[in-house]
């Protein structure tokens, strides 16, 4: 079996990447797409040392991108300790293979695990000046009471996925404002730590798409919403359209988006922004595998066929 061109690993319900696929293969490459939330119960695939290349029966691509890839097979079907391991070793395979393979990834592997690590892109963030909310992120109860007190509340974030399955449970973390720290969380502490940032009284949302050296705007309107409501996943999107629109990316934004994006090793991400009381803009967060196709409808532009051409000069590049 003959490589595709192009390598793009999405679940099932990530739908916006059927454009994509259209639009490649409409230019006459080949395209596989692989969904691993069918794996390791119904996909099996092989990797060896001498053939790096092939993963299964050769579906390794010239170029290649993670989008969404979601929670394995397992993630349902097991519980314990079982699941556990079977979870850590899935996840080793997938994480060596797309290493080892001689691919050209929209982003790369070892890009993909650093960047979505919160604590570094702050970090990454300060060093190139770009401003962001005051920020704590600890399990230590007198340093986090003491931040409370400072900024007369706090949003408090999860450092990681904002996602979790368990077997036949799902768990959606919000970001969440306190005026003041409840007990519950306090004792949370002893087993996690968290992010906890000052509130930023908000005009504007603005969440940046970037595909290599392209910036694309979706702006939204939040400054007569509940001041305690700071995560805008928690909206109805369909019943808030009016909120939502397409939006040219202010230059200084712009310009700090590409340079954290770049500094992260990243050619596709997407940023949030809040915009403030004094129409100055704050840096929030990176996600490397961010939806786009709600950024597209509201009028951001074709981001689609940004990400398309990315994976085809990626693929071609030694023709």
């Known amino acids: 079996m003959r490589a595709p061109d192009v390598l793009i690993i999405a679940n099932q319900r990530a739908t916006e990447v059927d454009g994509v696929i259209d639009f490649i293969r409409s230019r006459g490459l080949s395209v596989e797409r692989i969904n ?105 109860r007198k340093a986090v009471l003491s931040f409370f007190e400072n900024f007369g509340g706090a949003v408090v974030k999860s450092l990681g996925n904002g996602y979790s399955v368990y077997g036949k449970e799902n768990l959606k973390l919000y970001s969440r404002y306190y005026p003041s720290a409840p007990e519950e969380l306090l004792e949370g502490l002893a087993f996690s730590p968290m ?15 970037v595909v290599e050296d392209e910036c694309f705007g979706l702006v939204a309107d939040t400054s007569d919403l509940n001041g305690n409501e700071v995560d805008l996943r928690r909206l109805d999107y369909d019943a808030e359209r009016f909120r939502f ?14 340079a954290i994006t770049e500094s992260l090793g990243l050619a596709y991400a997407g940023l949030d ?27 951001a532009g074709d981001i689609t066929t940004a990400i398309a051409e990315a994976l085809i000069r990626r693929a071609t590049r030694n023709d």
């Open 195 to 209: 992010i906890f940032q000052g509130r930023v009284p908000k005009k504007r949302e603005l969440r940046v798409t």
């Open 245 to 258: 629109s397409g939006m040219t990316v202010p230059a200084q934004v712009a310009a700090a988006s590409l």
């Open 36 to 140: 691993l939330c069918q794996y390791p119960e119904q996909l099996a695939f092989t990797w060896t040392p001498s053939s790096p290349t092939e993963i299964g029966q050769g579906i390794v691509g010239r170029s290649g991108w993670f989008h969404d890839p979601g929670q394995y097979s397992i993630t349902r079907s097991l519980e314990g300790h079982g699941r556990e391991l079977a979870l850590r070793e899935a996840s080793a395979f997938w994480e060596g293979a797309a290493l080892a393979a001689p691919c050209s990834w929209l982003n790369s592997p070892n890009s993909l695990i650093l960047s979505s690590r919160k604590l570094y892109q702050l970090s990454r963030a300060r060093e190139l000046g770009i401003r962001t909310p005051a920020t704590l992120i600890s399990n230590d």
């Open 273 to 299: 922004w809040i915009e403030d009381e004094h129409e100055q803009w704050l840096f929030l967060e990176i996600n490397c595998m961010g939806a786009f196709k709600w950024s597209e409808l509201c009028g």
